[in-house]
């Protein structure tokens, strides 16, 4: 019996229907196995993961594949974006044993959830040097027959092994001048000044790292930090990897140039990449960071946003082609024929503009749309006009699908894109998409312990735990909408799951950082991970958090914590900056101060303080956080015993335990965020 009908899993959904006798993660799977004796085939993916389809059609929708699992393995299916834990310690065990890993993830185990054997994709016939599937499975049952003891012997021995693993041993103290000097000078080896990024194919869009760089200039002025953001940010805005007709991201580029993206657009991708460029626009006034970070606004909202206010966490790759085939890309390409179909005369200048080549930039003469011309001049209206009708035609044409499950942690980075970018363009309606998806959160995901649930979909909470992640980023949208919004109760709830942190992910005699709670689930080994992945560690992103927290408020435990969590970024950010930037970024905050803004007026309508407020938003100091209200709200901590000047509006500037004197003019304030 399938038993995945009733999950709110949109992955574990689309295999509702397979003949394959699915469990979702439970005790209830794992009784089973040790009832019937039988080894547990866990099955890890993700609903927009092009290869997860590949394998779940020929294998798992294979009726006799099918039969051969019921009858000889308990089947367990997971989507490793609810549960990100599972999915962290089995990636462990693959990459430790076979030194590359990936999704889909297949992993062998016992009935006391202890891994002996370990994939990725398997094909459903042997080919390019790999078994296939079958051969697999009926290798397994034989080894689990014949050679019991042995397989129990290896699965303890890979426990063990796994127990005694330790992350790298932190600092005794967080990082300074000389250990961010040290990641810069180790990006600066990595970048690919022809290009911009850092590495090779595949390229991913670093934006962790652009966040450090860009913070890092704000500190210290240094130009080579700025120029590898502002150019990393141009090659990526201009190729394939950004959509050229209705903005956001693809997850990454498959070549060194940016032209061929992995065609899933990812929810964290587009909500990070829209707060980096909002930021170098900060930084800049690049009219295309303006652009690109409002088309990948108008993106998320458009696209990426449920009935009940949240956002979805990604759209697929592949989508019909129009003759029933689900092809990677097929939304998202051109050819030269379909241009001239949709733009008759203006076609040529089209392709021209968009880089479209009889040959093809992708697969079968198609090609993806980038921005190759450097030089030239083209007429503004016509490419306004060529930009709307491609995209109405786009618009006909059968959708990728949307994994329509909420995820905490990337609601809460999506907040904090669309708050500030409201912010700063003067986008009101973006604030109120940040507010709505930030209610959800409370409303559906809260609950009355103040404990996050890590997904929801169609407005029902899943059943799966918050991780470390989930409390960071979220905590940081809830401060990036205090700071736009001025409403103190988004701080309050940042220090509800805040306390959270600090009560149940923190080890007290370290200050390290745990991916799960003290009282989640024990799997075969709790997770700790203080590195980047597609989205900043839940350790950095916590800290970040606990930081934020305590300059609005004052807390020397808040305060004590992220530079506790922090050590880590000394001993990490000069060997892998590539891999720890969040956790830079967050120490450039530190080092800074982060300063504390507070500006008082005598009411949310009054012009000079809506000025003085912007000004301070737009303040480049790393991690600054501004408080906004009247002088005898109770708001915010950070607005105590501050009163107008001559009855004028005022902003306060604090920094290291000194005050600045109150300023009533903008231009005088932005020299003192300077």
Not at 106 to 113: G, I, K, N, Q, S
Not at 363 to 376: F, I, M, R
Request: charged letters at 25%; a negative charge; aromatic letters at 8%.
């Amino acid at each position: 019996m399938n038993r995945l009908a009733h999950e709110t899993s949109p992955y574990l959904l689309q295999h509702a229907d397979n003949p394959v006798d699915w469990w979702p993660w439970s005790a209830e799977a794992f009784a089973e196995a040790r009832r019937t004796n039988r080894p547990v085939l866990l099955s890890v993916g993700y609903s927009s993961c092009h290869w997860c389809h590949v394998m779940a059609h020929e294998s798992f929708e294979d009726q006799a594949t099918a039969d051969y699992l019921n009858e000889h393995f308990v089947s367990v299916k997971v989507d490793r974006e609810e549960r990100p834990d599972v999915d962290a310690v089995y990636m462990e065990a693959v990459q430790a044993a076979t030194g590359h890993g990936g999704w889909p993830m297949t992993v062998f185990l016992t009935p006391d959830a202890e891994p002996f054997y370990f994939g990725t994709y398997y094909p459903p016939a042997p080919r390019h040097g790999m078994p296939s599937f079958r051969q697999v499975l009926e290798g397994v049952q034989q080894a689990w027959t014949t050679r019991h003891d042995e397989v129990s012997e290896v699965a303890g021995k890979i426990v063990r092994d796994l127990a005694q693993r330790e992350i790298v041993r932190q600092a005794a103290e967080a990082p300074g001048e000389q250990e961010l000097a040290q990641a810069l000078l180790g990006l600066t080896r990595e970048y690919d000044p022809q290009r911009g990024g850092f590495g090779g194919a595949p390229k991913f869009p670093a934006s962790m790292v652009l966040e450090f760089l860009l913070r890092h200039h704000a500190r210290t002025g240094a130009e080579g930090a700025l120029q590898m953001a502002v150019d990393t940010c141009e090659r990526m805005a201009r190729g394939g990897i950004y959509d050229q007709l209705g903005g956001g991201f693809a997850r990454y580029s498959v070549d060194r140039d940016w032209i061929v993206p992995h065609f899933e657009k990812m929810l964290y991708d587009n909500a990070l990449l829209c707060r980096v460029y909002a930021h170098l626009w900060r930084a800049t006034g690049s009219d295309l960071a303006r652009r690109v970070a409002l088309e990948t606004a108008d993106f998320l909202v458009r696209e990426l946003r449920t009935a009940e206010g949240g956002f979805a966490s990604a759209l697929d790759a592949d989508s019909d082609d129009g003759t029933g085939r689900h092809v990677e890309g097929a939304y998202y390409v051109w050819t030269p024929a379909q241009l001239r179909d949709v733009l008759g005369d203006d076609a040529e200048l089209a392709a021209r503009y968009f880089g479209v080549t009889e040959e093809g930039t992708f697969e079968h003469g198609q090609s993806v749309l980038q921005l190759p011309q450097t030089e030239g001049v083209f007429d503004a209206e016509k490419i306004a006009s060529v930009r709307r009708r491609l995209f109405d035609a786009r618009a006909r044409r059968p959708a990728p699908g949307r994994d329509d499950k909420v995820v905490a942690a990337w609601n809460g980075l999506a907040v904090a894109a669309l708050a500030e970018t409201g912010a700063y363009f003067g986008r009101p309606d973006l604030v109120e998409a940040a507010l709505g998806a930030a209610d959800l959160l409370v409303r559906v995901h809260l609950d009355e312990h103040a404990r996050l649930a890590r997904t929801s979909k169609d407005g029902r909470v899943g059943p799966n735990a918050g991780v470390l992640e989930d409390y960071g980023d979220v905590a940081e949208g809830f401060l990036a909408l205090a700071s736009v919004t001025g409403e103190g109760v988004w701080l309050d709830f940042a220090g509800l799951l805040l306390d959270q942190v600090l009560a149940r992910f923190t080890d007290p005699e370290t200050g390290a950082l745990f991916d799960t709670a003290s009282d989640a689930e024990r799997l075969i080994r709790r997770p700790q991970d203080p590195t980047d992945n597609a989205a900043p560690s839940g350790w950095t992103a916590a800290a970040g958090a606990l930081l934020g927290y305590a300059a609005h408020t004052g807390s020397e435990t808040h305060r004590v914590a992220a530079e506790r969590a922090l050590r880590v970024v000394k001993t990490l950010g000069p060997r892998v900056p590539r891999f720890i930037g969040w956790g830079l970024a967050v120490a450039e905050a530190l080092l800074d101060g982060p300063r504390e803004v507070a500006v008082v007026g005598p009411g949310p309508d009054d012009e000079r303080t809506a000025a003085l407020h912007r000004t301070a938003l737009l303040g480049a100091a790393p991690g600054a956080v501004v408080a906004c209200g009247t002088p005898d709200g109770d708001e915010f901590p950070l607005l105590a015993g501050r009163t107008l000047i001559d009855g004028a509006p005022a902003a306060y500037v604090c920094r290291g335990f000194v005050c600045d004197l109150p300023v009533t003019d903008p231009e005088a304030l932005r020299a003192r965020l300077a």
